[in-house]
């Protein structure tokens, strides 16, 4: 699974009115973690495709976890839709703040809260994968009760 892609209204999104690059918001979100114990932390842009790719991996007590930052497109009235990154930065930093916030109110402890972040091996490719993305392509299993999660860690 590929990371997702948005479309945005001209004007009707509060976060399209952001300044703050993906660089900042990459590094507030480090410094986030950081703070809440997390290490190996980095960044992968993949440069294969038309649009850059921004994942954030990092690593919590041995657990990996991992970010697919979903690319953004705002929808202009004239002219090809802008690229606005800077709005994905913007919404998972303050995803991941939020989820930081449980967890230092004692709300849930941080593999619960970061749950959707696990990085688990896709059982077709092998390769790591978001949890959120894995569940997602296999919502369908969930209800017949075959869904199957593999097991290990996916470095």
């Known amino acids: 699974m590929t990371h ?10 509060t ?3 952001t ?6 918001s990459m590094t507030e979100i480090k410094k986030m973690l950081l703070q809440a114990g997390c290490s190996r932390i980095g960044t992968q842009e993949d440069l294969r495709v038309k649009v850059p790719l921004h994942t954030l991996i990092f690593e919590k007590d041995g657990l990996p976890f991992m970010i697919e930052f979903p690319v953004i497109y705002e929808r202009l009235r004239s ?10 930065g913007r ?9 930081l916030m449980e967890v230092e109110i004692g709300a849930s402890p941080f593999t619960a809260a970061m749950a959707q972040f696990v990085a688990i091996a896709d059982r077709s490719t092998g390769n790591p994968v978001q949890m959120e993305n894995y569940m997602l392509e296999h919502q369908g299993e969930i ?8 097991g290990g860690s996916s470095r």
């Not at 997702?4 to 004007?11: D, Q, S, V």
């Not at 300044?19 to 900042?24: H, I």
């Not at 919404?91 to 989820?99: A, E, F, G, P, T």
């Not at 209800?143 to 593999?150: I, V």
């Open 19 to 24: 300044e703050v690059s993906l660089d900042r």
């Open 143 to 150: 209800p017949s009760g075959t869904l199957f999660l593999p």
């Open 79 to 88: 002219g090809p839709d802008k690229l606005r990154m800077d709005l994905s």
């Open 91 to 99: 919404i998972i930093r303050d995803r991941v703040k939020v989820l």
């Open 4 to 13: 997702r892609i948005a479309y945005l209204k001209l004007g009707r999104h």
């Open 15 to 17: 976060y399209t009115k």
